[in-house]
């Protein structure tokens, strides 16, 4: 009897070669006669750009020793979301196609991802109608899922705006952007609503930052809202 190990031979595209564990099952001998194993693994990012990929079987430290095989199959169990589903079918009249959404992270700090959107629609789900919004490329992690606890899905944000503030950056300092700064307007009601804010503040310096109302006193009734800011 022996130790069987399954694993696989992935051949990065730089050439190298790595091996990683996809099965230790208990050891087996001959009188056990045909026996079952199964496992789950996600195909990472080095699986899914790998040149090559083999699977090999080893008993021991030996990949010469013969194991019979009766079947050996791959199946497709679950992969990332290409559209995600919000409660209000009002976003099919709000959002389209080239928005830019992000969903925060859930689950792991890593999770969070921006997308553009490809298409908005409408679909009746259990009854009712919800938005559904697809998109390009992937997002993933469960809790982003349809059948996730309602406690952990995901949050969905627009952060495309109609008009966008932006500045070229430093050469010098690469967390130097623009900065706007409404400076000494006292009595003056200020109104900013609904602009993407990209590229601005300026680190390590006082009162540089992307939006800014600067010693301006009594400024009651004064607006800002509904505006994103990113890469600030």
């Not at 959002?95 to 890593?110: D, H, M, R």
């Not at 430093?170 to 952007?177: E, M, R, V």
Request: glycine letters at 10%; one cysteine or more.
């Amino acid at each position: 009897g022996g130790s069987i190990i399954v694993k696989l031979v992935i051949t990065n595209p730089s050439g190298s070669i790595r091996y990683r564990d996809l099965l230790r099952p208990p050891k087996q001998h001959a009188s056990s006669g045909w026996v079952t194993h199964t496992k789950t693994f996600t195909v990472t990012e080095e699986l899914a750009t790998a040149i090559d990929v083999k699977l090999i079987t080893m008993v021991g430290e030996s990949v010469a020793a013969a194991v019979d095989y009766d079947d050996i199959k791959i199946e497709f169990k679950e992969g990332l979301g290409q559209e995600i589903l919000v409660d209000s079918p009002l976003v099919a009249k709000c959002w389209g196609p080239g928005e830019v959404l992000i969903t925060p992270s859930t689950n792991q700090y890593t999770d969070s991802k921006v997308v553009h959107v490809v298409d908005v629609s409408i679909r009746i789900q259990d009854g009712k109608e919800v938005g559904v919004i697809k998109f390009e490329g992937e997002v993933g992690f469960h809790p982003h899922f349809e059948n996730a606890d309602p406690r952990t899905r995901a949050e969905v944000a627009l952060l495309s705006r109609n008009m966008l503030l932006t500045a070229v950056a430093d050469p010098g300092n690469p967390l130097h952007g623009g900065h706007l700064i409404v400076l000494h307007t006292p009595d003056v009601v200020q109104h900013l609503e609904g602009v993407h804010v990209k590229g601005m503040g300026q680190q390590g310096k006082v009162g540089r930052y992307p939006i800014h109302i600067h010693i301006s006193h009594n400024v009651a009734g004064s607006i800002v809202k509904a505006n994103t800011i990113t890469d600030s």
